[in-house]
């Protein structure tokens, strides 16, 4: 039995088709159901719906084998997982943004708002420059905005959010995709499987 983490939502569904048009179908998932286990025995695959936020940590820990994440909530999880192919989709852009008329004054620390602190945190050690972080859980926009912090670290995917509330980016830290990711003990007992998964989901291995 294959045991997934299919994260809630868009990014889910979509991972879902992907998985069924490979073999791993079970239909009963599409149903209109707040159910969260899915079983199809004769496909040989079990579903569990997760918050995306959280489909590492049921990957590392092992109570799914497989699962599909963005690259931003692995970086910013640091799980110790195996990453083994980038989707291609679910692509956007890990940035710092600002008010148009920023500028970094460097006699300070910068006050950095974001959900991904671990990232902040990274790239910012990186260039060696001193940050005071303040930890938001959405609408991060609006820290430049009222004066809560210099800059954002965010997704950016279109633009839009940033263009309408007059930021824009200043930095790229890193693109962002949906990922495989396979827990480090199921992939050494399901191996012939999984590489099966990922030749038919990408091609290539990472
Ligand atoms: C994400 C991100 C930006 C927005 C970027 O927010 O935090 O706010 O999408 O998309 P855009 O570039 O296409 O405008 P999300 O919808 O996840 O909500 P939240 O972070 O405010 O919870």
């Given at each position: 039995m294959l045991n997934v983490a299919l994260p809630k939502g868009r990014l889910g569904d979509k991972v879902y088709s992907l998985l069924a048009s490979i073999g791993?179908?079970?239909?009963?998932?599409?149903?209109?159901?707040?159910?969260?286990i899915f079983i199809n025995e004769e496909n040989g695959v079990k579903y569990f719906l997760v918050k995306p936020s959280d489909v590492a940590i049921y990957v590392e820990n092992g109570a799914a084998d497989i699962g599909v994440v963005g690259k931003d909530i692995l970086l910013e999880s640091e799980?110790?997982?195996?990453?083994?192919?980038?989707?291609?989709?679910?692509k956007c852009r890990m940035c710092v943004a600002a008010k148009d008329d920023f500028r970094d004054n460097t006699s300070r620390p910068l006050r950095v708002a974001t959900k991904f602190t671990n990232i902040a945190k990274n790239y910012y050690d990186s260039i060696n420059r001193e940050i005071e972080i303040v930890k938001?859980?959405?609408?991060?926009?609006l820290a430049p905005i009222l004066g809560l912090s210099d800059v954002i670290v965010d997704i950016v995917e279109t633009g839009k959010t940033l263009v309408e509330n007059g930021l824009s980016v200043k930095e790229e830290i890193v693109p962002i995709s949906a990922r495989l990711i396979v827990n480090k003990s199921s992939y050494f007992f399901k191996s012939d499987e999984i590489d099966k998964i990922v030749t038919e989901l990408g091609g290539d291995k990472k």
């Open positions: 791993y179908e079970c239909k009963e998932i599409l149903e209109d159901t707040r159910k969260l799980s110790d997982v195996y990453e083994l192919l980038d989707l291609g989709f679910g938001l859980n959405g609408s991060v926009e």
